[in-house]
């Protein structure tokens, strides 16, 4: 039996190089070593913290479904679909609902982090609380094995771990206890140094033109400590640097010598380091040009994704309701 992998991301904005390297990647990985892969852009899991803007959704969620495919995830192996087109992940998420503790939710250190931290939204709404059971139908309706997330997800997952446990004590074996695949790149700081996010305004994005990513680049932190250009540099406490691992990986003990013994400027590392990102996004912003020309095959090909993973979600939900007893004329 192949192994089932979900996983999804909230169309909240245009995914960045730090999406690219830390999910999508991995993701193309498993969707190309055989899994069976279903990804999903959760457009309900958005709507629990953009509820009062939840026009701008839409938009992101073709963003991200351009962001999806231009970097590799292909439509035709791997189910990509949009969360609110399979409504069965709202039926279990109610099932799931009647059995999750609410000290459960209550005590999960990612939601009392946003609830205290993000102040611009009011996030004390029944929705919110529930995030992660809805989280956990969207894993358990396919009966994932595999989950690829970032380390911040893990109490998300533990407490899906803990509901497949609670329903299939109550009503009988049914769902399996997925397992984490986390994601062994490291995260790529902002060109300011900071974690990348788009409420930062640091954010290289995929879908930056390469004018723009060249400034930005030329923008980016270096070493604070390499005021002028005779200054020997310290390249491993240099954001630069660490791109150039990444996207320039060739040339790295170069440039590290060149760095410590002043030999090249920053000006032109960065300039070097530019180049190099916008020869590495070349292939995607191809992609993406030709996704864009026709956004009527893009839903297209999200419909068919949907309707692929509706038919093993029905299959899940006509179980869970025989199991449960909620179910009539059978
Ligand atoms: N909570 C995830 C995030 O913010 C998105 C998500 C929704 C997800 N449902 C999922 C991730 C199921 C993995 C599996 O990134
Ligand atoms: Fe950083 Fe490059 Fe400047 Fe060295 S030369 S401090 S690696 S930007």
Same mark, same amino acid.
């Given at each position: 039996?192949?192994? !089932?992998?979900?996983?999804?991301?909230?169309?909240?904005g245009?995914?960045?190089?730090?999406?690219?390297f830390g999910?999508?990647?991995?993701?193309?990985?498993?969707?190309n070593k055989?899994?069976?892969c279903?990804?999903?852009?959760?457009d309900?899991?958005?709507?629990?913290t953009?509820?009062?803007?939840?026009k701008?959704?839409?938009?992101?969620?073709?963003? !991200?479904?351009?962001?999806f495919?231009?970097?590799?995830?292909?439509?035709e192996?791997?189910?990509?679909?949009?969360?609110? =087109?399979?409504?069965?992940h709202?039926?279990?998420? =109610?099932?799931?609902?009647?059995?999750?503790?609410?000290?459960?939710l209550?005590?999960?250190?990612?939601?009392?982090?946003q609830?205290?931290?993000?102040?611009?939204?009011?996030?004390?709404?029944?929705?919110?609380?529930?995030?992660?059971?809805?989280?956990?139908?969207?894993? =358990? !309706?396919?009966?994932?094995?595999?989950?690829?997330?970032?380390?911040?997800?893990?109490?998300?997952l533990?407490?899906?771990?803990?509901?497949?446990?609670?329903?299939?004590?109550l009503?009988?074996?049914?769902?399996?206890?997925?397992?984490?695949?986390?994601?062994?790149?490291?995260?790529i700081?902002?060109i300011?140094g900071?974690?990348?996010s788009?409420?930062?305004?640091?954010?290289?994005?995929?879908?930056?033109?390469?004018?723009?990513?060249?400034?930005?680049?030329?923008?980016?932190f270096?070493?604070p400590?390499? !005021?002028?250009?005779k200054?020997?540099?310290?390249?491993?406490t240099c954001?630069?640097?660490?791109?150039?691992?990444?996207?320039?990986?060739?040339?790295?003990?170069?440039?590290?010598?060149d760095?410590k013994?002043?030999i090249?400027g920053c000006?032109?590392?960065?300039?070097?380091l530019?180049?190099?990102i916008?020869?590495y996004?070349?292939?995607?912003?191809?992609?993406?040009?030709?996704?864009?020309?026709?956004?009527?095959?893009?839903?297209?090909?999200?419909?068919?994704?949907?309707?692929?993973?509706?038919k093993?979600?029905?299959?899940?939900?006509?179980?869970?309701?025989?199991?449960t007893?909620?179910?009539?004329?059978?």
């Open positions: 039996m192949k192994k !089932i992998v979900l996983s999804g991301m909230r169309p909240t245009p995914l960045h190089i730090g999406h690219l999910a999508l990647k991995n993701w193309e990985k498993l969707q055989g899994y069976e279903y990804y999903m852009i959760a309900y899991h958005a709507l629990s953009e509820y009062s803007n939840s701008n959704i839409k938009n992101y969620v073709e963003e !991200i479904a351009i962001d495919i231009s970097s590799g995830l292909d439509p192996k791997s189910t990509i679909f949009i969360q609110s =087109l399979v409504p069965e709202i039926e279990l998420h =109610l099932i799931f609902s009647m059995i999750t503790p609410v000290p459960y209550e005590r999960n250190p990612v939601y009392k982090e609830v205290e931290e993000i102040k611009d939204k009011d996030l004390h709404t029944y929705g919110f609380l529930g995030y992660p059971v809805l989280q956990a139908a969207d894993i =358990l !309706i396919y009966k994932a094995n595999s989950v690829p997330i970032g380390i911040d997800q893990l109490p998300h533990e407490l899906t771990r803990e509901i497949a446990r609670r329903f299939n004590y009503y009988g074996e049914t769902f399996p206890e997925p397992e984490a695949i986390l994601t062994e790149t490291p995260k700081p902002g300011d900071r974690k990348m788009k409420s930062y305004n640091n954010a290289i994005y995929l879908k930056d033109s390469p004018e723009i990513i060249k400034e930005k680049v030329s923008k980016m270096t070493d400590k390499r !005021i002028y250009r200054d020997p540099g310290h390249p491993e954001p630069v640097f660490l791109y150039h691992k990444i996207f320039n990986s060739v040339k790295i003990k170069e440039i590290e010598s760095c013994n002043a090249i000006t032109d590392c960065k300039k070097m530019g180049e190099k916008v020869e996004l070349e292939d995607i912003r191809k992609k993406r040009k030709e996704l864009e020309k026709n956004k009527k095959g893009l839903l297209e090909k999200l419909k068919y994704g949907s309707e692929k993973a509706r093993i979600a029905q299959k899940t939900i006509l179980e869970v309701k025989e199991k007893g909620i179910l009539y004329g059978k």
